[in-house]
Structures are given as C-alpha cells and as structure tokens.
C-alpha cells in the first residue's frame, strides 16, 4: 500500500518496511514525527492467516506473504533484548507500536500482557520452511507467557488476552505434547468461560479472539461445560454480525448439525465486504471465516451426505497421504475403480526437483494400493522438511497431493 493519512499526517508505506506493517494512525493530529506513527505489526496473527489461505488453498502468493512478513514479525514484534532480559525476552511488542522498534524515550515497548502476541506463524514456519531459529523464537514467547502465568491466564482486563496466551500453548503442545500446557490451557479456560460475554471487556470484538482458543482447545480435551458456553456465546453473537464470528458458528454446526448455527454462519459471512482495516480486520475475520467453513464441512450433516454419495466416488479416482503433516513417514492411499495398466507415483519438492519414484503393476477393478514414504530420497537419504508434491500418473491422468515434512 503506497501513501496512507491518518488524522492529518501522510506517510509512504510501499517498500519501507516488511509486508505488514502498515501505517496505523498517529497520536497527535498533525504531528509529522516518527515517534508519532503507529505500525500494525501483522496485527492479530496476519502471516498466520496467510498460511491458512495457502493450506486451504494451495495457492503459493499466501506462502510468500507468509513467509517474508513471519521474519520481520519474529525478529521486530518479540522481545529479544532489553534492559531487563528476564521480564522482556519473549514478550510481545504492543501493537500498533510507536516507531515500529523505540518508544519515546528510546526504550523497546513491552507488553506486560498477551494481548498482542502473534507466534502461530514461527511454528508454522519452522514446519514448512525447516528453519530451527522460527520454531525457537515462537518457544521463546511460549516460555515468556509460562513463566508470567504459570497456573494459566487469568488477567481480568481484554479478553483477547487468553485468547493469544491459549495459541501460544497448543502450538507448544501440538509441537512438544508436553501435557503440562494442556493443564495451563484447562484452567484458563476455567477462569474465563465462568464469567459472560457481557461482562469481558469489549467482548463483541475480541471475543472471537479468544474462541478460537477455546475451540481448539475443546477438539483436544472436549468437554460438556466447554462446549455448553460455545453454543451459549455463539447465540450471544447473532447480535454482531461479523465475519470473525464464522469460527464459532461454524464449530457449533460441526457439534450439533443443527441449520441455525449454519443460518448465523452465513449471515456473518454475509457482512465481510464490510471490513475497514485491510490489515487488522482482515486477519481477525478471514482466518475465523476459513476455519467456520472447515468446521461446517465436519459438521454430521455433511458427514451424512458424503457416506451418502461414496458410491458416486468410487467411480472416481483418489489420492490421499495421512498422517499430513508427516515426521517423517506417511501412508500414500490409491484407489481406482479400474488400474487394468501400469501406473507411477512421483514426489517432489517445493523446488520442482523429482525426489522419488514408486512404479505400480496393473490392479483389478475396484483396485486399492497403499504406498509408504518414509521421508527418503531415491538413494535412501533423509530429505528436510518443507513442501511436497505427490503426483499418480495413471495413464493420461495426473492427480496430485501436497503433503507437509516435519521433521
């Protein structure tokens, strides 16, 4: 984005720092100084949101967003220096922030809450790219938020607070399955679906914030009580028509199959086109959107209606690799409803580069195969994490699979 103005003061934003940081807003009308300028730091998770687009989508400009502003966020958004390093290191800069990296009297801005953090993208990083340092950075703010509440989150100011403090732990989990972060996720939970919407700090907002945490948290540990204040708020949400709701409506319709949650998942869809902020409201909403829309497909009446339509499918044929993501090996699953011919199952790399080969003898009709890939190239070396492409050419048809290495 080129030249933005905010309460009378213009500023270019193209080129100046990583994809991002757009120009927020300026304290003081008129005031054409540095350390005037806000800077939206890839507010409320951005390059996350990005990296659900490219899994949802395949589509490789939402890695490369992804990827470049996941750098600047890990190295200018975490606290890696200070005067004092025990209280600062791995804490979250405030967003927006002054002068992006100095406040005012030249001192890095911590926040002594979560309210701002954003590392579901150093994981996610490390799991595509490989890169050790992302994956250290994003334990380093993990650490940070342990040791500020060890016993889980519970300040009683702004909800979206948990909220981040609750991504934080199940990317920790899902990368170390340390049992001790689920305890700590269990009691933050406690501590705040005890009180209602009504009375969290502007919960029509940043509510959405902190379910996604519940939520994820629930698929992991699901309970009566968690799921019973779920559906509880997302009726409480008909009245803030917003995308960013799309999550909760979306998981209740997964839950119950029950049309009203899917009525409210599209009415909050509906509004969209409506958002303000291309930057902060479009990572709040569109990653709610894409997860409300997954969890609509997972929801009983669509798991109905594809065992009703699995004789269409055996007319087709399929490719599947689970576990994806694989550390290292996964299970490469063929069907076809007729291999009366010679066929071949290529992999490679995200450079294009041809990793290794399985070649498949005719079958019978109706003819399942399994592969296994254990993570090898063709001479039997261990290939790094990242992006894979698995293509079944059979016959004049290709069909094709992304699948994630993480090693």
Known sequence: MDRQSKVNVATDCYGFFEWGNIYHYADNDGVYQAINMKWEGNYYGLDHTHFIEFIRSGDFKFF?????????????????????????????????SNNLVFDENRALYISGECNHHKNDAMFERYYLCGDERSRDQGMKTV????????????????????????????????LNKDQSYLTKLGTTVTNHNSKTP?????????????????????QIKPTVAAQTFIKT??????????????????????????????????????????????????????????????????????????????????KFDRMSCSPNPCNPSTAITLYSPSMNFNSKVNIFNGAG???????????????????????????????????????????????????????
């Open 198 to 218: 009504a009375s969290m700090s502007q919960f029509d907002w940043m509510g959405p914030l902190y379910m996604e945490g519940v939520i994820l948290y629930d």
């Open 353 to 407: 580069q041809l990793i290794k080969s399985f070649y498949l003898a005719a079958g019978i009709k109706g003819y399942e195969q399994k592969l296994n890939w254990d993570g090898t190239n063709s001479i039997g070396k261990n290939v790094p994490s990242g992006i894979y492409i698995i293509k079944w050419e059979k016959g004049s048809r290709t069909l094709s699979q992304k699948l994630v290495l993480s090693r």
């Open 233 to 314: 708020v997302a009726g409480w949400a008909t009245a803030y028509k917003n995308p960013a709701w799309a999550l909760t409506a979306g998981y209740c319709y997964s839950l119950t199959g029950n049309e009203t949650y899917l009525t409210q998942l599209k009415d909050h869809i509906a509004v969209a086109a409506a958002i303000s902020n291309p930057y902060k409201d479009f990572s709040q909403s569109y990653r709610s959107t894409s997860l409300g829309t997954y969890y609509f497909s997972k929801s009983p009446v669509m798991v109905i209606a594809a065992e009703k339509s699995k004789s269409i499918d055996d």
């Open 64 to 96: 490369d967003f992804f990827e470049i502003t996941e750098r600047g966020n890990m190295d200018t958004h975490v606290g890696n220096f200070g005067p004092t390093l025990s209280s600062s290191t791995g804490a979250c800069r405030y967003c927006p």
């Open 143 to 174: 650490n940070w938020a342990v040791s500020a509440w060890p016993n889980g989150y519970n300040m009683p100011g702004q909800i979206r607070g948990p909220g981040a403090y609750m991504w934080m732990l199940l990317q920790a989990y899902a």
